[in-house]
């Protein structure tokens, strides 16, 4: 059976997921959400595996982490792929809301999921669901920055993730917990703050009252991913 194969990757110094994945037919793959630091990894992994980069993929524009994405374009030609609503500057590719990016024989669609920031995209493959930092495990992403909207969040999780089967496997884009992965049965009857037993009203309530430090590397790591993760001209 033609299958999407995984992989699952982890910054420790951010907490970051970044996920491989690949058409076992094909070998096409592509990278949702490189690390800068952890460029020489992943693209060493890609050719361990025999594998074919197509895309470097992101589902926001990351405060916490430079994308690796600029430079693994420079060192492979492969595209950028970003929402269309993320405001970023020189990528190849950006997918509008329910549109399809191809993997070899498989389709990837892009779901716009703002909250996190105004520009958040989810994609969906096969039974899989990559979140980036709108969903996690037991959570989701902070709302207080970036254009972030508590509204926008809960809406983007129970109007249109939650509408995935239940055994739809999550991949957030972090975990603080040692949680690697989820399913949306799991998120939709025991997430403490998008459950569905939590009305928009107290989730929203129950964000403006959260106090959260100011990511680190905000004002390096921004800039640099509104430009695909360059970091000079």
Known sequence: MNSIKVRQLFDYDT???????????TKKCLLIDSVLEQVDRDLTLIKKLDLKLEYVVETHVHADHITGSDTIRSKTGVQVVYGSKTGVEGADIYLDDDELLTLGSHSVKAIHTPGHTSGC???YIQGYIFTG???????????????????????????KI????????????HNYNGFTCSTIAEEKKSNPNV???????????????????????????VPANMKCGKTED
């Open 15 to 25: 907490w970051t997921y970044t996920y491989l994945l690949w058409c076992d037919q």
């Open 162 to 173: 939650f509408k995935y089967p239940d055994c739809t496997v999550v991949y957030p884009g």
């Open 195 to 221: 459950g569905l037993h939590i009305k928009k009203e107290d989730f929203i309530l129950n964000e403006s009252k959260k106090e959260r430090p100011y990511p680190k590397k905000f004002d390096i790591a």
């Open 133 to 159: 930092d709108t969903l996690f495990i037991d959570g989701t992403g902070r709302t207080d920055f970036q254009g972030g909207s508590s509204s926008d969040t809960y809406d983007s999780i129970t109007q």
């Open 121 to 123: 995209t989810s994609y």
